[in-house]
């Protein structure tokens, strides 16, 4: 039992079960655009110190601010590493609808213990759309489909579970939000960057009738002619797991079409690889042979490969098409 005297509340506890009930909720309710149909801009993080420092715990950060129930900041990623992590956000309007511009820093602190509060760790808002020419029908016909991702690099010293709050300028106020705890595992079975990816064979169209039998996008996208087995190790890769049509998270098909877009700008850089996740694309069928080899529990993800085989660059959830080019840039040399 901890008995030091930071020891938070049975308040925030509390607190933390409703965010993670209201984050699944907002989820689900998403049915609105993050915007009126004009574009949604990428918008870089703001500096740390816009934010208030971190305070010695999080119910005292609680007190600084007004706490909101009004704008659901959740985690959009699951894995998660002693050191830096990028962590991904979904930041909604109550009644689920996407909020494409808002100005935010997470702080977090160890569930369990006196750990001192971490940050702020300022997010930057990375959207996720392309030019109309990459839409997919997947994408366009999917209300749910995400317009952004924020995105806070996070310092997490030690394995373990994480409080979290954000904390949202509007200029005259602060509010704060109390997001999901999030759980901080050793290494575990996911490539991580520096390591060798498995040499792992990805169908490609000589392998099916159908190309629909290895892509679930609509129409379906052009990165199914190279198998990673025949490339790894020969020249960099930027291997995506994703599927559009069957996607928990309702931003496979964003990313997708954000690599084809890619793909159509810098198609010397890498050999582009979409894999999809089930087996005759069925959930109840279980996962691919690929999806198994890369440890992966969750879609979707992105792993550029350098030239010899190694992961440069991992991503888990949605990226912007900024962020997979920085990816291709540091693959190179």
């Given at each position: 039992?901890?008995?030091?005297?930071?020891?938070?509340?049975?308040?925030?506890?509390a607190?933390?079960?409703?965010?993670?009930?209201?984050?699944?909720?907002?989820?689900?309710n998403?049915?609105?655009s993050?915007?009126?149909?004009?574009?949604?801009?990428?918008i870089?993080?703001?500096?740390?110190s816009d934010?208030?420092?971190?305070?010695?715990?999080l119910?005292?950060?609680?007190?600084e601010?007004?706490?909101t129930n009004?704008?659901?900041?959740?985690?959009?990623?699951?894995v998660?590493?002693?050191?830096e992590?990028r962590?991904?956000?979904?930041?909604?309007?109550?009644?689920?609808?996407?909020?494409?511009?808002?100005k935010?820093?997470?702080?977090?602190?160890?569930s369990?213990?006196?750990?001192?509060?971490?940050g702020?760790?300022?997010?930057?808002?990375?959207?996720?759309?392309?030019?109309?020419a990459?839409v997919?029908?997947?994408?366009s016909?999917?209300?749910?489909?995400?317009?952004?991702?924020?995105v806070a690099?996070?310092?997490?010293?030690e394995?373990g579970?994480?409080?979290?709050a954000?904390?949202?300028?509007?200029?005259?106020?602060d509010?704060?939000?109390?997001?999901?705890?999030?759980t901080?595992?050793?290494?575990?079975?996911?490539?991580?960057?520096?390591?060798m990816?498995?040499s792992?064979?990805?169908?490609?169209?000589?392998?099916?009738?159908?190309?629909a039998?290895?892509?679930?996008?609509?129409p379906?996208?052009?990165?199914h002619?190279?198998?990673?087995a025949?490339?790894?190790?020969e020249?960099p890769?930027?291997?995506?797991?994703?599927?559009?049509a069957?996607?928990?998270?309702?931003?496979?098909?964003?990313?997708?079409?954000?690599?084809?877009?890619?793909?159509?700008?810098?198609p010397?850089?890498?050999?582009?690889?979409?894999?999809?996740?089930?087996?005759?694309?069925n959930?109840?069928?279980?996962?691919?042979p690929?999806?198994?080899?890369?440890?992966?529990q969750?879609?979707?993800?992105?792993?550029?490969?350098?030239a010899?085989?190694r992961?440069?660059?991992?991503?888990?959830?949605a990226?912007?098409?900024?962020?997979?080019?920085?990816?291709?840039d540091?693959?190179?040399?």
């Amino acid at each position: 039992m901890d008995s030091g005297h930071h020891r938070r509340p049975p308040g925030f506890a509390a607190l933390a079960v409703l965010a993670l009930t209201a984050a699944l909720l907002a989820a689900c309710n998403d049915s609105d655009s993050a915007s009126d149909g004009g574009e949604i801009a990428s918008i870089p993080a703001a500096s740390a110190s816009d934010f208030p420092d971190a305070p010695d715990d999080l119910d005292s950060l609680l007190s600084e601010g007004e706490l909101t129930n009004e704008i659901i900041v959740s985690p959009a990623s699951s894995v998660f590493t002693p050191g830096e992590n990028r962590l991904s956000l979904g930041v909604f309007n109550v009644d689920g609808s996407q909020v494409p511009d808002a100005k935010i820093a997470i702080y977090a602190a160890p569930s369990k213990g006196d750990g001192k509060v971490l940050g702020p760790f300022p997010a930057a808002v990375e959207s996720l759309e392309t030019d109309a020419a990459f839409v997919a029908r997947t994408t366009s016909d999917d209300p749910d489909s995400a317009k952004t991702v924020y995105v806070a690099d996070v310092e997490l010293p030690e394995a373990g579970s994480y409080d979290l709050a954000a904390v949202i300028d509007q200029g005259d106020k602060d509010l704060v939000s109390i997001v999901p705890t999030i759980t901080v595992g050793e290494d575990g079975p996911i490539p991580d960057v520096g390591q060798m990816a498995p040499s792992a064979h990805t169908e490609t169209t000589d392998d099916v009738g159908e190309i629909a039998e290895i892509d679930t996008r609509v129409p379906p996208g052009t990165m199914h002619d190279v198998d990673l087995a025949d490339v790894i190790g020969e020249k960099p890769v930027a291997l995506l797991f994703a599927t559009p049509a069957l996607c928990m998270s309702q931003v496979c098909g964003p990313v997708v079409d954000i690599a084809e877009e890619v793909k159509a700008e810098r198609p010397d850089d890498a050999a582009y690889i979409h894999q999809e996740i089930y087996v005759e694309n069925n959930p109840n069928q279980g996962t691919r042979p690929p999806v198994r080899e890369f440890g992966l529990q969750t879609e979707p993800w992105l792993f550029v490969l350098d030239a010899e085989g190694r992961v440069s660059t991992r991503i888990e959830g949605a990226f912007s098409a900024a962020e997979l080019e920085a990816a291709l840039d540091g693959a190179q040399g």
